[in-house]
């Protein structure tokens, strides 16, 4: 295969992405949530220039290893677009920086500032830093892996207090879930990967449902967030070994 056609490949698998990407947040914007959710943000729309050139970097070629986190944090992919996006890892590891305009009635405690957030998100930093750990470069880690959410969407409560999706009513979980799972059965098609990695119980039980047992072999590493006693312990220890026992080990070929 030539250059111009490796070319030609890479731009149409990060348009795929890109596509399947825009389709997900038409449908999940067009859903609306009652209370105890007050709030809603999708940085898909008001970070958007910062998530598409995630995509146009990244995401441009099959990967071994799809890793899905559950949705994005108010101090994480809230402000940058990215996921699991602590400021600084996006900024200067990623090299990921763009304007990013505010959601739709933002909540008072959970200002969206951007690249100029000063609040670090502890999850981010932890799963970028183990990722740089292992990996030094992102070309490295991105040749074979991607990280993606399974929901791109943020629920506050009246309060401020983060509400999960997995915390929904029904109904409510029932449409977010349908667009969700087709959404990552469209990125699973586009990647081709070999594992579906959920970082957390949540994230591999939804990947199960979405894609069955034809696709890829789903797995679960421990979620990195710091209400998790377990992960404050040694998270990154835990989750290496983790991978190892799956033969999903940095030098595993």
């Not at 990623?94 to 969206?112: A, C, D, S, T």
Request: charged letters at 25%; a positive charge; aromatic letters at 8%.
């Amino acid at each position: 295969m030539d250059k111009a056609t490796t070319l030609e490949v890479r731009l149409e698998i990060a348009k795929r992405v890109h596509s399947a990407t825009q389709k997900l947040s038409r449908e999940v914007s067009a859903l609306s949530f009652a209370a105890p959710v007050t709030h809603v943000y999708n940085p898909l729309v008001y970070a958007k220039r910062s998530h598409d050139d995630y995509i146009e970097r990244y995401a441009h070629s099959k990967k071994r290893v799809v890793f899905l986190g559950m949705n994005p944090g108010p101090w994480g992919m809230s402000q940058t677009g990215v996921p699991f996006g602590e400021v600084s890892w996006v900024r200067d590891w990623l090299k990921i920086e763009n304007p990013v305009g505010k959601p739709k009635n933002p909540h008072p405690k959970r200002p969206v500032t951007g690249f100029a957030c000063t609040r670090s998100e502890v999850s981010g930093s932890r799963v970028w830093s183990n990722i740089a750990e292992h990996y030094k470069t992102p070309k490295r880690f991105f040749a074979k892996h991607y990280i993606a959410n399974y929901c791109p969407l943020v629920f506050m409560e009246e309060g401020g207090r983060n509400r999960t999706p997995d915390k929904l009513t029904k109904d409510e979980r029932t449409q977010l879930f349908e667009i969700c799972d087709r959404h990552l059965a469209r990125l699973v098609d586009v990647l081709e990967p070999k594992w579906v990695i959920g970082i957390g119980a949540f994230a591999k039980k939804r990947a199960e449902e979405a894609l069955g047992t034809d696709g890829p072999q789903i797995a679960s590493i421990l979620h990195p967030s710091p209400a998790n006693p377990r992960a404050n312990a040694d998270w990154s220890g835990i989750v290496q070994q983790q991978l190892s026992d799956l033969g999903l080990c940095k030098c595993t070929k």
